[in-house]
């Protein structure tokens, strides 16, 4: 394993001036004390606490809006601070880099989800539809990384995406905004099938930035793009409940990205797509002879792929261990 030093180029166009703002302003307000990982923690524990409080309740009231507001709003800061903390104590790790890093792809699924819910949206295929692609753009951005050896976050990323979505949520809470949201049409179709185009259309921004930086198209991506299509297309294809959906998708994506961290940090073997999904095929064709369910499967899947995940990250952890710090001293 090689030291470690955090290579990151961000070219964000609002960074810049929330950094300066709001992050920076508000930072101050954080003992120098507090490691950085629980910074990372507290943003964890804010959207996951939001994400199982909405799986809760039928319809979303304004209340509920209001918590989901802010639960994001404090996401978003935290996930930020957790950065800042580790620069100025001189306390940045691969430790603290794959735990703020990895809990972003899990917490920009659970916003989309927030988000959906809010506006009402069914949770069926174009939800599917905006999961696979906003984690298509995570998968490439660390499979990059992992290639060479710096992160890169072009001008348009995640942390626009969630400004956008703070502010439509904002729009909802009037009046004037949740009848444009709800009723509101374009060439007959709902307004919000146009932020999903305007989603696709920042994943091809993301994957043509990368490509062109590497200058090839790694066979592992073209492997992970081929058959997580298959995969979210049988999610929709046998309708399967948006839980399991919600989960098979994330971690068939979750698992390429840790190992493309994992090859990064620990230089480990070059990242390659997980391959239990074939037997999930495999299984779906067999039961197509005999009228059972296929939920079971994705189900099992899902599971078996969030267990590999788990034990995947224990083991980086146990390697990592010596960088956890209670807490900082001067």
Not at 185 to 213: A, K
Not at 219 to 241: A, D, E, P, R, W
Not at 258 to 270: C, G, P, Q, T
């Amino acid at each position: 394993m090689s030291s470690y030093q955090y290579r990151c180029s961000d070219e964000s166009i609002l960074l810049p001036f929330l950094k300066k703002n709001v992050f920076s302003v508000l930072h101050r307000y954080i003992p120098y004390g507090v490691p950085a990982n629980y910074l990372t923690l507290v943003s964890i524990f804010v959207i996951w606490s939001c994400f199982l409080y909405f799986i809760g309740i039928d319809t979303a009231d304004e209340g509920d809006i209001i918590i989901a507001f802010f639960a994001i709003i404090i996401y978003v800061i935290f996930d930020h601070f957790d950065g800042l903390q580790a620069k100025i104590t001189a306390t940045g790790s691969p430790l603290g880099e794959i735990l703020d890093h990895y809990s972003d792809v899990f917490n920009g699924s659970i916003i989309l989800y927030l988000f959906f819910r809010i506006l009402q949206i069914e949770l069926d295929w174009i939800f599917y539809l905006a999961i696979w692609l906003n984690l298509v753009a995570f998968t490439l951005t660390y499979l990059e990384q992992s290639i060479q050896k710096e992160l890169h976050f072009g001008k348009i990323g995640s942390l626009e995406g969630v400004v956008l979505i703070l502010l439509i949520i904002c729009s909802f809470m009037t009046s004037q905004g949740k009848t444009f949201w709800l009723e509101y049409s374009m060439l007959d179709m709902p307004v919000y099938v146009f932020l999903v185009l305007g989603l696709i259309l920042g994943v091809i921004y993301t994957v043509v930035g990368s490509i062109r930086r590497l200058k090839h198209i790694p066979k592992s991506f073209i492997h992970y793009l081929l058959t997580g299509s298959i995969l979210c297309f049988l999610c929709i294809y046998y309708q399967i409940n948006w839980y399991i959906a919600f989960l098979v998708i994330n971690v068939y994506s979750a698992d390429l990205i840790l190992k493309s961290m994992k090859s990064h940090l620990l230089d480990a073997e070059s990242p390659k797509p997980d391959f239990i999904v074939y037997i999930l095929f495999l299984f779906l064709i067999y039961l197509s002879f005999f009228e059972y369910e296929q939920q079971i499967g994705f189900l099992v899947y899902g599971l078996v792929v969030t267990a590999k995940i788990i034990w995947n990250m224990v083991q980086i952890f146990s390697k990592f261990r010596n960088y956890w710090v209670w807490w900082n001293l001067h």
